[in-house]
């Protein structure tokens, strides 16, 4: 997760798939597209990857069909080779149900259970006898309809709230019509639930959402207001391990964000360095740190060898321990990174104090 991610530019995302979502291969439970989508990070979604109980059982029993196929060659085969292949059906069970349960671990899918005591299932049966929805008149055996609608309801039993009480977003990726307009019909005008047709589509979906979070991140920093800055040149060792504890201590808990007026910047002659400014939100912080950090320490480091070169008189106890430089630094408003390079590019950002 980039630095610029915090809790005030999280999305919880939550995708769940029906079987056509994911249907590949038999020896294979979700397809490559499936895995490339769940193997993109994006730092401003926290994305949780869910597949209803009945898609999982029709996926194995899709992989076992398969195997069973090469199974009924198996007597075939043994009798031309005289060869005899310990393999039986239950075996194949068993292995397609590990093999499952490890590629949806690998591909970071996890299970999405039926509550079935949440499911009006007098209204099911009332439906599925009158045809209506899922059970449509087609479906002669309503096998169809009946695990269609109970992918419906697993998918309509998730929470309205995330976990954490981020900002959510739910989607079903199917391209089942009859799947698509009956969860539609019952999710209503909820406007945080969608339905997408195919992997490319969400992919394309979770993009878009992540880098609008993202300019909402560089757009909500507003920079802070000037500040001094206190820069040590060439600390003994000491020096460097407090500074550091320090800096530790004031990143834990966020001692900086509510601060206006006071900054910490650490250099040493070699420009090993690390700089903090006055934020008001973490997000402030992170924006800072991305956009400014680097280019300013660096700034600092020079300024303190360009003061060294300059003839300025050390005393002895200077030298033993270390000199010491005050430094300001003006701060713009950055609300992205072209305009944090603009600005830097024309203005000032350190003087020297004689």
């Given at each position: 997760m980039s630095m610029l991610a915090s809790s005030a530019t999280l999305l919880s995302v939550t995708v769940a798939f029906d079987t056509n979502a994911i249907q590949t291969h038999p020896r294979e439970f979700a397809s490559p597209a499936v895995r490339r989508l769940t193997a993109t990070a994006r730092d401003h979604l926290k994305l949780r990857w869910l597949v209803p109980e009945m898609v999982r059982l029709e996926r194995e029993q899709q992989?076992?069909?398969?195997?069973?196929?090469?199974?009924?060659?198996?007597?075939?085969?043994?009798f031309l080779t005289q060869t005899t292949f310990p393999v039986t059906t239950a075996l194949i069970e068993q292995r397609v149900a590990e093999a499952s349960a490890r590629q949806m671990a690998e591909t970071g899918l996890k299970p999405l259970r039926l509550?079935?005591?949440h499911i009006d299932w007098a209204l099911l049966f009332a439906d599925a006898a009158a045809r209506r929805g899922l059970f449509a008149e087609g479906d002669v055996e309503g096998e169809k309809g009946f695990r269609d609608r109970i992918i419906a309801e697993t998918f309509l039993q998730l929470p309205p709230?995330?976990?954490?009480?981020?900002?959510?977003?739910?989607?079903?990726?199917?391209?089942?019509?009859?799947?698509?307009d009956y969860v539609q019909q019952r999710m209503g005008q909820r406007a945080d639930v969608s339905v997408i047709r195919n992997i490319n589509e969400m992919a394309n979906e979770l993009n878009t959402l992540n880098a609008g979070l993202q300019e909402q991140a560089v757009a909500g920093y507003r920079g802070p207001?000037?500040?001094?800055?206190?820069?040590?040149?060439?600390?003994?060792?000491?020096?460097?391990?407090?500074?550091?504890?320090?800096?530790d201590a004031a990143v834990a808990k966020?001692?900086?964000?509510?601060?206006?007026?006071?900054?910490?910047?650490?250099?040493?002659?070699?420009?090993?360095?690390?700089?903090?400014?006055?934020?008001?939100t973490p997000t402030q912080t992170d924006a800072w740190r991305s956009y400014a950090g680097s280019w300013l320490t660096g700034s600092l480091s020079?300024?303190?060898?360009?003061?060294?070169?300059?003839?300025?008189?050390?005393?002895?106890?200077?030298?033993r321990s270390q000199s010491r430089i005050g430094a300001l630094c003006w701060l713009s408003p950055i609300r992205s990174?072209?305009?944090?390079?603009?600005?830097?590019?024309?203005?000032?950002m350190i003087q020297v104090l004689r």
């Open positions: 992989m076992r069909e398969e195997a069973l196929k090469l199974l009924r060659a198996k007597a075939n085969f043994e509550k079935d005591r709230k995330s976990e954490r009480g981020w900002p959510q977003r739910i989607f079903f990726v199917t391209d089942d019509k009859g799947l698509t207001a000037p500040c001094n800055q206190l820069l040590f040149d060439s600390p003994t060792e000491g020096d460097s391990r407090a500074m550091r504890r320090s800096w966020d001692a900086l964000s509510g601060s206006s007026t006071s900054s910490l910047a650490v250099g040493s002659h070699t420009g090993t360095s690390v700089v903090a400014s006055p934020c008001r020079e300024t303190s060898r360009d003061a060294g070169r300059s003839g300025r008189p050390h005393s002895s106890t200077q030298s990174p072209s305009a944090y390079r603009e600005w830097s590019s024309t203005k000032p």
